[in-house]
């Protein structure tokens, strides 16, 4: 797997390639479409590593933080095989008070790439102690500010 951060018009997009395993699919050799679940959620865990700069395993694990899946509509387009690569991109759509609602689309890496599955997600910051939403902690809105402006982004 390979993460990368680029800049696709006025929208900041961080990437990650990772070929299709066994584990993820069905008998047929096809992705069973809850795996692109977990793969949505391992997405969102390198954003938050390796994007805005904030230890996921420590968000969650040391500060008792977390992220539930708040809403997730979801379009599946073609069919992802086993020993394929795919890119997953993520787009930050909207910062709210407690929540992010982000735009998620994963492609085959042929020439024109071929969009494969597409999602858009809303998770919402919890305290783990009260499973209750809490506002965004600071360190998450500096990261994203700070990896907005990395990728060129003016807003």
Known sequence: MSAQQTHAGAEPTFTIQRMVRFSDCDPAGMVFYPQY?????ALVEDWFSHGLQVNYAEFLGTRQLGLPMASLQCDFK????????IALALRLRKVGKRSLTLDVECTGMETPPVLR?????????????HDRSIPIPDDVLQGIARWQQLQGDST
């Open 37 to 41: 679940f977990v793969m949505l959620n």
């Open 78 to 85: 073609a069919p992802s095989r086993m020993g394929e690569t």
């Open 117 to 129: 599955w597409r999602a858009q997600a809303v998770i919402v910051t919890t305290a783990l102690a």
